[in-house]
T-cell receptor, first 113, second 112 residues
Framework: KAGVTQTPRYLIKTRGQQVTLSCSPI?????VSWYQQTPGQGLQFLFEYFSETQRNKGNFPGRFSGRQFSNSRSEMNVSTLELGDSALYLC????????????FGPGTRLLVL | GNSVTQMEGPVTLSEEAFLTINCTYTATGYPSLFWYVQYPGEGLQLLLK?????DKGSNKGFEATYRKETTSFHLEKGSVQVSDSAVYFC???????????FGSGTKLNVKP
């Protein structure tokens, strides 16, 4: 089975712009989670989607949003980018969420200038 | 609440040394426990997991035992290699929470 794929792998944006990141889960997986990873804050949970519904959300401002499509693919969007949004954004998929094992993609590295 | 605490890194060892990375957790109920590894420039890879008390997860020479009495899931390897140099994350998950709780990560450096 193909693993979790994320596009693009690298992105450079300037402050104030917006960005959309994409994640394709493992075939058959219905839950998709997003995490932000930075050297200072470590891994922080953004949100989780299942069957096109957001089931859980972390403590991030409303500039961070996401969605999931009927084929389980997911996108996350960050509007009005700030320098502090520079990070590695990781997507993970699992069968149903809950305690199911999460499988991670390679991440999208976002640099905000 | 739910949380995972890992030992601070970096941990520096010589090749063939014994490795222990401590992980303790706080959670009600019966969480599943995981170790993930992250190599430079990559995402997280599942290393091993355990889903109930006294289970031992193992993979690639790494082992960890789910100890409910001490709320711990320490990672061990008998003989590390240079290729084991990476960051290791301990994590827990629970039913109905739909998120993983990760520790802060422990960087391992193995010298030849």
């Amino acid at each position: 089975k193909a693993g979790v794929t994320q596009t693009p792998r690298y992105l450079i944006k300037t402050r104030g712009q917006q960005v959309t990141l994409s994640c394709s889960p493992i075939s058959g997986h219905r839950s998709v989670s997003w995490y932000q990873q930075t050297p200072g804050q470590g891994l922080q949970f953004l949100f989780e989607y299942f069957s096109e519904t957001q089931r859980n959300k972390g403590n991030f401002p409303g500039r961070f949003s996401g969605r999931q499509f009927s084929n389980s693919r997911s996108e996350m969007n960050v509007s009005t980018l700030e320098l502090g949004d520079s990070a590695l954004y990781l997507c993970a998929s699992s069968l149903e969420g809950g305690r199911d094992t999460q499988y991670f993609g390679p991440g999208t590295r976002l640099l905000v200038l | 609440g739910n949380s995972v605490t890992q030992m601070e890194g970096p941990v520096t060892l010589s090749e063939e040394a014994f490795l222990t990375i401590n992980c303790t957790y706080t959670a009600t109920g019966y969480p599943s426990l995981f170790w993930y590894v992250q190599y430079p420039g990559e995402g997280l890879q599942l290393l091993l997991k355990a889903t109930k008390a006294d289970d031992k997860g193992s993979n690639k020479g790494f082992e960890a035992t789910y100890r409910k009495e001490t709320t711990s899931f320490h990672l061990e390897k008998g003989s590390v290699q240079v290729s084991d140099s990476a960051v290791y994350f301990c994590a827990l998950s629970r039913d109905n929470f739909n998120k993983f709780y990760f520790g802060s990560g422990t960087k391992l450096n193995v010298k030849p």
